[in-house]
């Protein structure tokens, strides 16, 4: 989670949140969360665990692409 | 009743001097229809006594939409960290970090984490991300999924 909050303390542009699985399970159907952690990207990109800071920073910046 | 241990307590606060900015723990909060509101104002309230740098803001969801819009909360309970920064005539500036659901568990360390970033502690991010964060310029929301344990 940590990662994600240091981006959006970052980045202007980005905004992190935590969701807690379990208590919003709407949200946790809507993402198809199995397993966490899940971060979800602008609804478009999906990230399936714990990463290095690179490859996330790599996979989450995906979603910022034009 | 205190949640936290008196060990815990003074761990935090030895935590917290690093603080060199006031943080604003707002949050936004409902009466009916929100299991986990108590219990996160419970845990928020743990902090405020641990540093003189810590506030805790109630936003109603209900009563008070324009608020929470203003953030983008549409969901309790809500925690939206902010912090006061000089540079901004008193107004206090939005983290972007939010956490969705009571900060219990393994969340409550991440909100540490959080609150000492928004306090002024260095950025963890090597200079490679930012510098990839400073090219962003579609705005993006992560929602991160967790559990308490």
């Not at chain 1, 397993?35 to 290095?52: F, M, S, Y």
């Not at chain 2, 030895?14 to 986990?36: E, Y």
């Not at chain 2, 991440?110 to 510098?131: D, F, I, Q």
């Amino acid at each position: 989670m940590s990662l994600a909050h240091e981006m959006a303390f970052a980045s202007p542009n980005i905004t992190a949140v935590a969701v807690e699985a379990t208590e919003f399970p709407d949200l946790a159907r809507k993402y198809h969360v199995s397993g966490v952690p899940k971060t979800v990207v602008n609804d478009e990109v999906e990230i399936l665990g714990a990463l290095p800071e690179d490859a996330f920073v790599e996979q989450a910046l995906t979603a910022a692409r034009p | 009743m205190a949640l936290l241990s008196p060990a815990d307590q003074q761990a935090l606060r030895d935590a917290f001097l690093q603080l060199s900015r006031r943080v604003r723990l707002v949050f936004f909060t409902q009466t009916i229809g929100c299991d986990t509101c108590v219990q996160t104002r419970e845990i928020l309230d743990e902090l405020p006594p641990l540093s003189d740098k810590l506030v805790v803001e109630e936003v109603n969801l209900v009563l008070e939409k324009d608020k929470a819009a203003q953030f983008g909360v549409d969901r309790a309970p809500t925690i939206a960290l902010l912090y006061d920064d000089p540079d901004s005539n008193g107004e206090p500036k939005d983290s972007r970090i939010r956490f969705l659901g009571a900060p219990a568990g393994y969340e409550f360390a991440s909100l540490v984490h959080a609150v000492l970033l928004a306090g002024g502690r260095t950025p963890m991010l090597g200079p490679g991300t930012l510098e990839k964060l400073a090219a962003v310029e579609k705005p993006l929301t992560m929602q991160v999924f967790t559990t308490p344990t």
